[in-house]
């Protein structure tokens, strides 16, 4: 049997620490808002090169404060991609904008030289989407972002600690959002989330609307209001367990993405001449591979076959979201995003994640090269 993906090996090895972090924690007295959260967003912060850090109750719930933050709602359209997970566009839409869907590049991301077409006079602000662990041309959409006077929401929900020409992503547009969903570069035991910026106003705004718009930040200020709302706001709080677990995985995550990066050359190595597809690493980026994400154009005899062998492999993602029943009304008839179209028929993702082992790795690709032979 092999895993595409699983956390039990990693439990296995930290199974003691964690099981004393949360006892630590719930002995604290605090379940919200206590030292853990406090600890994590500086320790989050000072990795990601954050002035200001608010962790939060998903990625999801991440992006949808973060643009409620830019004051976006009705009547305002929002550029991203369609090839990503529901929630970036779940995100725009829970706040009553208009998503606006650009085609991507051959590396499956924002092909940022169709964004200024896409831009009309309701634009308010860009999503990048960093996916499968690889950054987009982050400098070339801030640019585009300056000249048309829009925001930049990146997503890094897929790609922490990597970088774009040596700097993390996240710390070029206005706000960058993460996930702490268990696959995820750091990964809690539960749901998490985290929106990072420089932008002092920004920060204090997502504060508030993280906790239904009370302000936290004056809580030993006299005229602190305990129950009283100073802006409209949701319920996105991350507990303290899952801060304990995020603040006590986080020292391991380089050598998460180290481990994920030589799995990664194992893949290259191996895969060449193949007939698939390999993901590349652009010069100049540092990709964590989130996902090993390749392209076949008989992707779904592959998968058959490797199903009779009980491999069950994940594609990311089959269905492009403006093609969805739900999203589909943002689905205009004009609209043609042919490379999104042709890669959700054709890509797949290969197991990957820090603790899978290099012999696994290899005996799946043996069973995988024999099944692309035999097609
Ligand atoms: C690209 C992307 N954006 C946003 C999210 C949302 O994160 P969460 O699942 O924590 O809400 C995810 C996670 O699935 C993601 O992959």
Partial sequence: MINTWSYKEEYKLIRKKILKTIDKTLSSGNIFFGKEIQQF???????????????????????HISLLALGIGHGDEVITV?????????????????????????????????????????????????????????DEICKIAKKFNLKVVEDCAQAQGAKFKNKYIGTFGDMACFSFYPTKILGAYGDGGFVGTNNKSLYEKIRQIRFYGIDQINKKNKFFKKYYSNTHGVNSRIDEIQCSILNLKLKNVNKYIKQRRKLAEVYREHLKNTGLILPKEKSGNRHVYHLFVVYHNKRDLILQKLKKKNINLSIQYPYPVHKMTAYKKFNNRKMSLPQTDKFSKGIFS?????????????KFIKILKKVIKSI
């Fill in 41 to 63: 967003e500086r320790n989050f912060s000072k990795y990601n090169n954050f002035k200001y850090g608010v962790a939060v109750g998903s990625g999801t719930d991440a992006l």
């Fill in 82 to 138: 369609s090839n990503t997970a529901i929630a970036t566009i779940s995100a725009i839409v829970s706040t009553g904008a208009t998503p606006r869907f650009i085609d991507v590049d051959n590396n499956y991301l924002i092909d940022f030289k169709k964004i200024p077409k896409k831009i009309s006079k309701k634009t308010k602000a860009i999503i990048p989407v960093h996916l499968y662990g690889q950054s987009c041309q982050i």
């Fill in 350 to 362: 290969l197991p990957m994640y820090p603790t899978l082992k290099e012999e696994t790795v290899k």
